[in-house]
């Protein structure tokens, strides 16, 4: 668990949404995150944190699994936040299929070593064809699992759905957010990741 050891260095693996699609570099939720987390740890005499972000536009979760792979064989890190699954959704996997893929991605980084935080991807905007509700039905899987595993998760989808609902414009696309829903997806992980960052 976080509360365990204070990070210093932490991965970011996923897709589009890790990588922060369609805003400005240092827009994205993680490069908002960096920049606070090293403000407030400098500021309290902390060494500075880093934060590798290490989302592919177009990644799959099999994607995300090799680029897991690769990245904790060239280098260790303390923790791992690792969210994909909705480009597989898009195209028509299922759920079921979905979780056990993540899930692959997820023994790998406790192998490892690094604690796992586990992504609950935003919803899915405009969505003709039900791939929402997969959506829905994976991230349950996932948010069940790490309730029953002792696991950290960001509720991505919970924090974007709510400020959806309030009528807020959050999507520069069907799936990727813009600067708002970034900001939204940063606020999400903060609350959750500060813990692990001394609660910084």
Not at 82 to 101: K, P, Q, V
Not at 113 to 136: E, N, Y
């Amino acid at each position: 668990m976080a509360d365990k050891k204070t990070w210093q260095r932490v991965l970011f693996i996923g897709d589009s949404l890790t990588r922060g699609y369609d805003v400005p570099y240092g827009k994205g939720w993680v490069e908002l995150l960096q920049a606070h987390f090293e403000k407030n740890i400098t500021a309290n005499g902390g060494s500075k944190p880093m934060l590798v972000n290490a989302g592919v536009d177009g990644a799959t979760l099999q994607a995300i699994y090799n680029n897991l792979e690769r990245a904790l064989h060239e280098a260790s890190y303390d923790a791992v936040v690792i969210m994909g699954g909705t480009n597989d959704i898009l195209h028509g996997r299922n759920a079921e299929d979905c979780y056990f893929s993540l899930m692959r991605s997820v023994h790998h980084i406790q192998k490892a070593g690094s604690d796992v935080i586990i992504g609950l991807a935003p919803q899915i905007d405009c969505d003709p064809d039900g791939d929402d509700a997969v959506l829905v039905d994976y991230n349950e899987r996932l948010r069940t699992y790490c309730e029953e595993q002792g696991l950290l998760y960001i509720d991505f989808y919970k924090k974007i759905a709510e400020a959806d609902y309030r009528g807020e414009i959050l999507y520069a696309g069907d799936v990727h957010p813009n600067e708002l829903g970034y900001h939204y997806m940063y606020e999400a992980a903060c609350d959750v990741l500060k813990s692990g960052f001394g609660g910084m």
